[in-house]
């Protein structure tokens, strides 16, 4: 089942016209990060955001397939649009850009949409498996205003070995699923013993080791103690000559 998207949310920005690293550092520090317009066939513009509404707009939607109404500053009419790309900084994980791409409510659109596993599996649950979740997200085709916020498919009916497909999901008239119907989605899979076996191996190759060692000393000492003997009868058979 499809959980529709948030569509009523407003994202002000402003215009902007300066560029380059130290235009964008000012920028930041001024509380607001650079941003872009494009789509539709019309020339892309540059804007300026707050990455506190970027966070919000993600929060009350459904992620980066939230639409929105994009308002600029100082201009009565907005222009629906969603987030095209969006860049974080890789230590603090706030944004630092992002692009816009402006959307024609009555055109549809290719998008990205997560998948939600719903349950737990029998073989989870009574035959010590583990699910794999291969895929998480599948290609669908749909106008702007139907863009669900997941996809969900439900996983309790499967044992070992056994699987959902694209084709287990729900596609409509209006939602086109695009990917394979045979590419696997989740698995229900023994969990993986190469590790625990490995590590037998070597417990059981590290004691044979020790086990070896002291006779191996001993065979040495034996060895050693035979040669002074040999040495000691030499000299006593010499000096008896």
């Not at 789509?39 to 892309?44: F, H, S, T, V």
């Not at 939602?175 to 989740?186: F, N, S, T």
């Not at 040495?220 to 058979?237: F, P």
């Amino acid at each position: 089942m499809a959980k529709a998207a948030t569509k009523s949310i407003i994202l002000e920005v402003d215009s902007r016209s300066e560029t380059g690293s130290g235009a964008c550092r000012r920028m930041r520090a001024r509380g607001t990060i650079p941003g872009n317009v494009y789509g539709l066939d019309r020339p892309p513009f540059m804007v300026a955001v707050s990455p506190r509404r970027i966070d919000d707009v993600l929060r009350l939607g459904s992620g980066v397939n939230t639409v929105f109404q994009l308002s600029l500053t100082g201009e009565k009419r907005t222009r629906e649009a969603m987030i095209k790309e969006l860049q974080r900084d890789p230590v603090s994980g706030q944004p630092i850009h992002v692009d816009f791409i402006r959307i024609d409510p009555t055109k549809k659109v290719q998008i990205s949409i997560p998948v939600r596993l719903v349950g737990i599996p029998e073989g989870v649950k009574n035959e010590g498996c583990i699910i794999d979740f291969v895929n998480r997200v599948v290609q669908v085709e749909c106008l702007p205003v139907l863009i669900p916020e997941q996809l969900e498919v439900d996983v309790s009916a499967l044992h070992i070995n056994q699987h959902v497909s694209v084709s287990d999901l729900m596609g409509t008239e209006d939602l086109v699923l695009l990917d394979d119907p045979a590419q696997i989605l989740a698995v229900v899979v023994a969990p993986k013993v190469e590790e625990a076996a490995t590590a037998e191996e070597e417990e059981e190759a590290e004691a044979e080791a020790a086990e070896g060692e002291p006779e191996v000393a001993k065979k040495g000492k034996e060895g050693e103690e035979s040669a002074a003997d040999a040495s000691e009868k030499d000299k006593k058979d010499k000096k008896d000559k």
